[in-house]
């Protein structure tokens, strides 16, 4: 799985949107880009995932450059329940392990 | 649904005791993951389960043993506990398909080894 380099950690005012970079510069054609979250002393918890088109579901949207080499992760109008760790993980669709590095930590403040 | 059940939630082990964790998933899921997580760090594969009656080991494997019991359940097992083992343990479960293959978590165990 291609490696990815997120910043260590990030600040959002709350109601504001929140942008969460990764840059992923070694893809492969078939490598997807997932985020996962964890907040504090829970389980990591899915948010989105894409392969090279924008993707937007309930939680988030995933915003993915047309060469694949970085992508952004909105959260449009952040809470205090999302501050949380911040995951971004390249992987083979279909069957394959999940990797996770130290992530993103994001605090949401008032 | 209740997703992703483990027991027990917190366990406190003297060196050398053993002791099983217990994972159950309700959705119906092929694919079964344990990872540990130890302070500051992110998570580390210790077994999966790709289907059941099969298991492989992950990055972190030394020291632990897993028993698919039937679809529905994956136990990890610590034979003689160390303080290394301090960590908290994840239970995961997924169903692949073509392009997506999402996780989804349990609430984790809390373990010390003293």
């Known amino acids: 799985d291609a490696k990815t380099t997120q910043p260590p950690s990030m600040d959002c005012a709350e109601g504001r949107a929140a942008n969460l970079p990764c840059n992923h510069s070694t893809i492969s054609g078939n490598e997807y880009v997932y985020w996962y979250r964890q907040i504090h002393s829970q389980g990591p918890q899915y948010i989105i995932h894409?392969?090279?088109n924008n993707e937007t579901n309930e939680m988030a949207s995933l915003i993915i450059t047309e060469d694949r080499k970085s992508s952004t992760l909105i959260l449009p109008h952040a809470t205090l329940r999302d501050t949380a760790v911040y995951y971004c993980i390249v992987r083979v669709g279909g069957y394959s392990t999940l990797t996770f590095g130290k992530g993103t930590m994001l605090l949401v403040s008032p | 649904n209740a997703g992703v059940t483990q027991t027990p939630k917190f366990q406190v082990l003297k060196t050398g005791q053993s002791m099983t964790l217990q994972c159950a998933q309700d959705m119906n899921h092929n694919s079964m993951y344990w990872y540990r997580q130890d302070p500051g760090m992110g998570l580390r594969l210790i077994y999966y389960?790709?289907?059941?009656?099969?298991?492989d080991k992950g990055e972190v494997p030394n020291g632990y043993n897993v028993s698919r019991l039937n679809k529905r359940e994956f136990s990890l097992r610590l034979e003689s506990a160390a303080p290394s083992q301090t960590s908290v343990y994840f239970c995961a479960s997924s169903e692949v398909g073509y392009g997506t293959d999402t996780q989804y978590f349990g609430p984790g165990t809390r373990l010390t080894v003293l």
């Open positions: 894409g392969l090279k």
């Open positions: 389960s790709a289907s059941e009656g099969t298991t």
